[in-house]
């Protein structure tokens, strides 16, 4: 990502979302898809904004404003860009409704009712108004509800009015005056552009440009612009945000996201801060530090601390490029990010979670992660105890050696020699923890449930041990010898390893009517203590007909990851009743791979036992319901969440559901943690690179008994 272009417009933003009872249709995703719009705009790379909400911001972003509320906010904000000479951003997500034969837009509060103007926000007013106060340099309004489009002001309110028509207005909108919106999908595909930008797109991207990309990526509703400029002194055109494609314009860079987020933060508190011209490079931190220090006055203490958090983390991020070199790569970083989250939560579940944005890379990924370790400290762990563990994770992670002279000149130079060797020893264990892996086999079975389990301990891709444990061809019978194989296992691993990772590889038959980590391995259900996923048994004992499937699907799931972080969805083609009700249509689409991304069932058909195996043939990663609810968009947002924490995610959303069920208390909600409950409503059949890989191994060392998918 290139950095801020640099200019004197001072720009403000305001969100506002809100849910009305009587719209009679509950927007799961809005406060996401505000929260999201507001933290885009108000990135100073990205929409280059403050807020303009110092109060009640989060308020207006709730899903539950009234109608006195929003319109105090935003004649608020017009006063305070009045104040500033400042562009205003207005955003409203929502519900809307207008008049039969009337083309004006009534944004519904949460005390609006159905067919009344009175109890509404008329939007068009309201930005014609913030328009006319003299200083208001200009306003840019985006509007994600139905009828959208007829939230343009008024053109004789924007030629007259106390500024004789001197205003300036650029206004991008989700539907037409007349039409419906669906699912809040203009503001989904709305950040999606201002994350990822426009290739080409040149340095600003405005409603024009904005509304084209759109119009290619919402099929189901027409967004629509609106413009005027009145300003004879005017020099360029309003835009909505900076383009993140643009060519490069790159100084150097000290800070990172959440460095500029804790530091603007501090500074806000602390009166008289200082503002160095040259930007926030380490003699300015260093500068920053020392006053603090001097300082008794209310918030020095927090800037100090913030100071020296960033000067930690800019010293790691030297040290690492030093280090590394090239080994560092965004994929390995964000393994290093999961690692991190792991012991985070294990040492304190209240912690603030180490979740990059799916748009973050690079260099910038990596500050990220260190100013993460540096500044967001819990009450378990010091600044520099984060930053040694992450120093060990990235060594473990890019295969790099953790006592390097580098890494031993930097751990004396933040005072963290001993928690250095803490970390790389616990990184150790969980390399050891995540290496190992427990593999129950169900693949010999005739029908559905097998006379022997086929086990296998192993370590990367190969097959350390084997055992077979006969069974009663019975769902009690195989769950009765869970308890002894998991015994076996742990006579086998080597000393400070464990068995955290069971993969369990099932019938086609099974997967829909069997939850293997709900059975008893002994003192506690599997699932309690291992991470258990499901495979399909037709991926390890490939049938005749299925010769060459894992290898081909090799290539697919690199894709799936380059998808993911292209757009940051899921990277899953959904499938409704209408896309599965002829069978025969359906695998003549899957043979011309139609359907080319992992694919998932919106809902339970009467016919799925028929489906699932000719569906598992296709892709390597197969969803549905665990129930008969169907996966609606708060499934598709929790998998967008999710998806590079799975499949091991799933267990962790199971085990919350099934505390919940038997009445146990609730761990500490974190952000992000409200996608959980729906994740628990999916179930998965997952085959990843490293299973392949295991696969292939089997192929070349196959069994002497029979076996059937």
Not at 581 to 588: H, I
């Amino acid at each position: 990502m290139t950095a801020a272009r640099p200019t004197t417009t001072v720009r403000h933003a305001l969100v506002v979302a809100t849910q009305c009872p009587a719209a009679r249709q509950h927007l799961s995703n809005l406060v996401t898809r505000a929260e999201e719009l507001h933290e885009l705009l108000t990135d100073p790379e990205i929409g280059a904004c403050v807020p303009s909400d110092p109060d009640g911001g989060p308020v207006l972003r709730s899903g539950k404003v009234s109608g006195r509320q929003i319109e105090d906010a935003v004649r608020a904000a017009a006063r305070r860009a009045h104040e500033a000479g400042a562009e205003l951003v207005l955003a409203f997500l929502g519900h809307g409704q207008t008049p039969m034969g009337d083309a004006t837009l009534y944004y519904m509060a949460d005390d609006t009712l159905a067919g009344d103007a009175a109890s509404s926000v008329q939007v068009g007013k309201l930005v014609a108004d913030a328009g006319d106060l003299p200083g208001v340099k200009g306003v840019i309004t985006l509007i994600d509800t139905c009828h959208a489009g007829a939230g343009v002001p008024d053109a004789k309110a924007l030629a007259g009015g106390f500024g004789l028509g001197n205003n300036r207005h650029s206004l991008l909108m989700a539907a037409s005056a007349h039409q419906k919106a669906y699912d809040l999908d203009f503001s989904r595909e709305l950040a999606s552009l201002l994350r990822h930008g426009i290739p080409d797109g040149g340095e600003l991207l405005r409603a024009g440009a904005l509304k084209m990309a759109l119009t290619n990526r919402i099929l189901k509703q027409n967004c629509e612009t609106s413009g005027r400029d009145g300003d004879p002194d005017a020099v360029e055109e309003l835009w909505v945000a900076l383009n993140v494609q643009r060519p490069s314009w790159r100084p150097s860079r000290h800070i990172g996201v959440l460095g500029s987020q804790d530091l603007g933060e501090a500074l806000a508190a602390w009166p008289d801060h200082p503002a160095p011209a040259g930007g926030w490079n380490p003699p300015a931190l260093r500068g920053l530090r020392e006053q603090a220090a001097a300082s008794e006055a209310p918030g020095a203490l927090r800037v100090r601390q913030v100071a020296d958090g960033l000067l930690d983390a800019g010293t790691t991020v030297d040290m690492v490029h030093s280090w590394a070199g090239r080994a560092v790569t965004t994929p390995a970083l964000r393994s290093v990010a999961a690692d991190l989250t792991a012991a985070y939560d294990a040492a304190d579940p209240s912690f603030d979670p180490l979740r990059p944005p799916k748009w973050i890379e690079g260099t910038d990924l990596l500050r990220y992660i260190l100013e993460h370790a540096a500044l967001r400290v819990s009450v378990t762990g010091t600044p520099v105890v984060r930053l040694a563990q992450a120093v060990a994770a990235i060594a473990d992670r890019c295969d790099l050696d953790s006592e390097d002279q580098l890494v031993d000149a930097w751990a004396k130079r933040v005072h963290g020699v001993v928690e250095l060797s803490d970390a790389v020893a616990r990184q150790a264990a969980l390399r050891l923890d995540r290496t190992w892996r427990l593999v129950i086999s169900l693949h010999t079975a005739r029908i559905d449930w097998p006379e022997s389990l086929s086990v296998w301990l192993h370590d990367g891709e190969r097959g350390e041990h084997h055992e077979e444990f006969p069974c009663e061809p019975t769902r009690a019978g195989v769950e009765a010898r869970l308890p002894e194989i998991i015994g076996w296992a742990w006579k086998k691993v080597p000393e400070g390893a464990g068995i955290k990772n069971i993969d369990v590889v099932v019938p086609a038959p099974l997967l829909l009517t069997w939850e293997p980590e709900k059975a008893s391995a002994g003192r506690s259900p599997l699932g309690a203590e291992h991470t258990v996923v499901l495979r399909w048994a037709g991926r390890l004992a490939v049938p005749g007909y299925l010769a060459g499937m894992n290898e081909r699907d090799r290539d697919r799931l690199k894709k799936l990851d380059e998808q993911h972080l292209g757009d940051g969805h899921a990277p899953v083609d959904w499938l409704a009743d209408g896309d599965i009700r002829d069978t025969a249509l359906l695998a003549e689409r899957l043979g011309w791979r139609v359907y080319d991304r992992a694919i998932g069932l919106d809902h339970r058909p009467r016919h799925l036992a028929e489906l699932v195996e000719t569906l598992l043939a296709h892709t390597p990663i197969l969803l549905w319901p665990r129930t008969d609810a169907d996966v609606d968009g708060r499934g598709y947002d929790c998998l967008d969440a999710y998806w590079e924490q799975l499949p091991e995610q799933f267990i962790e959303a199971y085990r919350r559901r099934w505390r919940a069920e038997v009445g146990g208390p609730a761990r500490p909600a974190r952000p992000g943690d409200e996608h959980l409950a729906d994740l628990a409503g999916i179930r998965a059949a997952w085959h990843d690179l490293d299973w392949l890989d295991f696969c292939r191994w089997f192929e070349q060392h196959p069994p002497t008994n029979q076996w059937s998918a």
